[in-house]
């Protein structure tokens, strides 16, 4: 399983993502903006159809999604932003994919490269890791607010590719095609998720534990930090005990 999705949904369940509210919607309004290139009816373009989800999911105001997508249609004036991912190697040789959105290249990448060395990685080259990682659905469910068996019983009956169970987190890994699908099952049967994505899963993973586990963990959050970068994916592997400690 995802690594990085689990440290998500943990830092989710925990609640510390509501003191950066503010920089969460820097990223999903850039979002929209792109996604709404695409095509402003979110029927028939499933990035904007994601991104409306996601923000409306964060509680964004209806009018600043609106606005967000007439930017990016050309409707109004607004930035420019390029989709760029960056790849590298964290502590443990843990492959790194960065999806950014940004307006100035150079600068971003530099930003990236200096967060990279200074929590023990380093900036590769652009391929040497993004064959590792597969695109999949993503749910995360903290088994104190949920009941495992009925997340274990709609997963299977809807498709889902793989679930498993550690500590108190459940994941569900789907195809991107069945995301929707499964996610409108937990809807209906009022099954609350932590963690609801399109993600990107790695085929292999290295784990960590320690002094570079907690460099990984602070070289992810570092990344996250930056208003250009959307997503972060890693390989890693911490246990769900050391990262619930590293939260506190």
Known sequence: MSGHSRWSTIKRKKSKVDAQRGK??????????????????????PRLRQAIMAAKAENMPKENIERAIKKGSGETGGEVYEECVFEGYGPGSVAVLVHTLTDNRKRTSQEIRHIFSKHGGKMGEAGCV?????????????????????????????????????????????????????????????????????????????????????????LVEALEELDDVQKVYANFDISTEEMEKMVG
């Open 130 to 218: 993004g064959w590792m990682f597969t695109r999949k659905g993503y749910f995360g469910f903290s088994s104190q607010e949920v009941e495992p068996d009925k997340v274990m019983e709609v997963a299977i009956e809807f498709g889902a590719e793989d679930v498993k169970e550690e500590g108190e987190i459940i994941e569900v890994i789907t195809e991107p095609q069945d995301f929707e699908k499964l996610k409108k099952a937990f809807e209906e049967r009022n099954i609350k998720w932590s963690t609801a994505e399109i993600t990107m899963v790695p085929q292999t993973s290295v784990k960590l534990s320690g002094k570079e586990a907690e460099q990984m963990l602070k």
């Open 24 to 45: 969460l919607f820097t990223k999903l309004i850039r979002e929209l903006m792109v996604a709404a290139r695409y095509g402003t009816d979110p029927e028939t373009n």
